[in-house]
T-cell receptor
């Protein structure tokens, strides 16, 4: 069974640009969550989508947005990039049961110059 | 706001020794997960703990949950080098949303 696939793996952008990251969940998983991981702040929850609807949201500014498609694939968009957005962005999928762990992709490492 | 605190944050052990990592959290929850992350890699699920008193074991690792004390422990028995990694606990309050601790970086030395 294929795991969670994130693309691209690495990305370099400059301040002010925007970026779109993609996540394909494990087949059958309808819940997709996004996390930001940085050395200073650790792992922070961005948002979660289920059946094309945002179900949970973390404490990030509106520059961070996402969506989910009917096939459960999800995209995350960050607009007006700032230096502090440099991070590893992790996507996780699950079966939408509270007793199920989240399965993480390898992440997209975003560097802002 | 839910707080999840792990300690210690850094742990250097000798092979063959035992140690425990602690995870305290600030709100009622009966869903706690442990993950492992190797350098440059993603997170791997280790344990899912769903009720008070739950205990799970896999190899040299054993995790437990005390929901009344809001405490989970990850016990390492007879550490080996392959266990060197960063270990995270995460508390789940809504399906799909987990709050993570800061992680414990474990180094096992020969």
């Amino acid at each position: 069974k294929a795991g969670v696939t994130q693309t691209p793996r690495y990305l370099i952008k400059t301040r002010g640009q925007q970026v779109t990251l993609s996540c394909s969940p494990i087949s059958g998983h309808r819940s997709v969550s996004w996390y930001q991981q940085t050395p200073g702040q650790g792992l922070q929850f961005l948002f979660e989508y289920f059946s094309e609807t945002q179900r949970n949201k973390g404490n990030f500014p509106g520059r961070f947005s996402g969506r989910q498609f009917s096939n459960s694939r999800s995209e995350m968009n960050v607009s007006t990039l700032e230096l502090g957005d440099s991070a590893l962005y992790l996507c996780a999928s699950s079966l939408d049961a509270a007793n199920q762990p989240q399965h993480f992709g390898d992440g997209t490492r975003l560097s802002i110059l | 706001e839910l707080k999840v605190e792990q300690n210690p944050l850094f742990l250097s052990m000798q092979e063959g020794k035992n140690y425990t990592i602690y995870c305290n959290y600030s709100t009622t929850s009966d869903r706690l997960y442990w993950y492992r992350q190797d350098p440059g890699k993603s997170l791997e699920s280790l344990f899912v703990l769903l009720s008070n008193g739950a205990v799970k074991q896999e190899g040299r690792l054993m995790a437990s949950l005390d929901t009344k004390a809001r405490l989970s422990t990850l016990h390492i028995t007879a550490a080996v080098h392959d266990l060197s990694a960063t270990y995270f606990c995460a508390v789940n309050t809504n399906a799909g949303k987990s709050t993570f601790g800061d992680g414990t970086t474990l180094t096992v030395k020969p």
